[in-house]
């Protein structure tokens, strides 16, 4: 992705005050911030909890969800520290926070003190379950929204437990979802001339709205979802299959022409005519036969010798790659897909560039994650604690 280092970018003017911890709001201001918005992370002396995430003695987390972001050192708990949070919000556009319910009202910071000094003032509060309902006081991580959901319980293979996810999903979907109503309301002020306003993100909600009709299907048959590891309910073949040579292979043949395309590669065309396969419902029901023969073909060639066949027949199928495959492929190189960033304490690291794309002012990425404070002189008067250090 090449752009001019100079070029101006989309959200260029718009300051964030992110008091948020973690992964939702962190994501949502990295969508904001790659796009050219000012991110200011308001952190403790601890600084954003995402720093403890290391790996290697690295906070590689941090390096990638602060990129972009700018920071300063303020103790909320403070008075002093407090009202130079509020000299900063009349030059404001957001303000991000993930507080549990209560706890920015408890500063006194909740959304009437903020107005007070900035009417169009966007406040982003991020939670778990929301700030309205019998679970509004009660904490939310990712994880007990992804059970919460319904998410858990389809997830996984239908002879094991409910899997959860080995990432923060639900904080993803939630930080994707919160820069889109972030900018909605800020269009709102700057194009309709409106006021600002509170948006009530929680990481529940998105999380259900990802998961497909689940709600309308069981209204209308009654029926659950169920765990079906590597296949789909709606569609099939669509599986993870064994290659001779120990690597996996997807496939999905989710369109009726696909699918006779997928019997006629594996040397039987003449199965698009059998009632057990004529069409998606029969295949569904049939479905451990089809795979039977579909993964016996497969399993008799490696991985390279199955993408070249079923390529050849325009069967859609692709590898199941690791890490170091993913970072090496030439597409991902091609498109740069990842990128390496410098970096003062590490030298470089290596992340997803910005997305999505945009063909005439596309996002950049400037810098990877900042220090505690390093940008402290964003604070003005300066506060005791800055008065005191050495």
Same mark, same amino acid.
């Given at each position: 992705m090449k752009e001019s280092a100079t070029s101006r970018l989309p959200l260029a003017g718009i300051r964030v005050l992110d008091l948020s911890r973690l992964m939702a709001g962190n994501m949502l201001t990295l969508q904001l911030?790659?796009?050219?918005?000012?991110?200011?992370?308001?952190? !403790?002396?601890? /600084?954003?909890t995402l720093r403890d995430w290391k790996n290697g003695g690295k906070a590689l987390w941090w390096k990638v969800y602060g990129r972009n972001k700018k920071s300063i050192r303020l103790d909320l708990k403070d008075e002093g520290d407090r009202n130079a949070l509020l000299q900063l919000v009349p030059q404001a556009?957001?303000?991000?926070?993930?507080?549990?319910?209560?706890?920015?009202?408890?500063?006194?910071?909740?959304?009437d003190d903020l107005h007070a000094v900035n009417p169009k003032l966007v406040i982003v509060?991020? !939670?778990?379950? /929301?700030q309205t309902g019998p679970y509004a006081e009660r904490p939310g991580f990712g994880t007990l929204v992804e059970a919460f959901s319904g998410f858990a319980e389809r997830n996984g293979f239908p002879d094991k437990p409910p899997a959860l996810p080995n990432l923060g999903l639900a904080d993803m979907i939630a930080g994707l979802s919160g820069a889109f109503a972030t900018l909605a309301a800020v269009r709102e002020v700057e194009v309709n001339g409106g006021e600002g306003q509170v948006v009530d993100l929680s990481l529940l909600e998105p999380m259900i709205g990802v998961l497909g009709p689940d709600a309308a299907i069981y209204q209308h048959t009654g029926r659950r979802p169920r765990r079906l590891g590597n296949r789909a309910?709606?569609?099939?073949?669509?599986?993870?299959?064994?290659c001779s040579d120990g690597h996996w292979m997807v496939m999905s043949g989710s369109t009726q022409r696909m699918a006779e395309r997928v019997l006629a590669a594996i040397g039987r065309p003449?199965?698009?005519?059998d009632p057990l396969f004529v069409d998606n419902a029969a295949r569904i029901a049939n479905v451990d036969a089809l795979d039977e023969l579909i993964g016996g073909f497969i399993g008799q060639r490696t991985l390279q010798e199955n993408l070249a066949h079923f390529g050849r027949h325009e069967v859609t199928v692709g590898p199941v790659l690791n890490v170091d495959e993913l970072m090496q492929h030439p597409?991902?190189?091609?498109?740069?897909?990842?990128?390496?960033?410098?970096?003062p304490e590490l030298g470089s690291v290596v992340m997803h560039n910005v997305f999505p794309r945009l063909s005439r002012t596309p996002g950049r990425i400037r810098s990877t994650a900042p220090q505690i404070g390093q940008d402290q002189h964003l604070v003005t008067p300066p506060t005791r604690q800055q008065e005191t250090e050495p």
């Open positions: 911030a790659d796009f050219g918005a000012e991110v200011i992370k308001v952190e !403790s002396a601890q /600084g954003d556009q957001v303000v991000i926070e993930s507080f549990r319910h209560g706890g920015m009202e408890a500063f006194g910071l909740g959304p509060r991020i !939670s778990g379950w /929301g309910e709606n569609a099939a073949p669509r599986n993870a299959y064994l003449e199965l698009a005519r597409h991902v190189r091609e498109r740069e897909v990842l990128v390496e960033v410098p970096d």
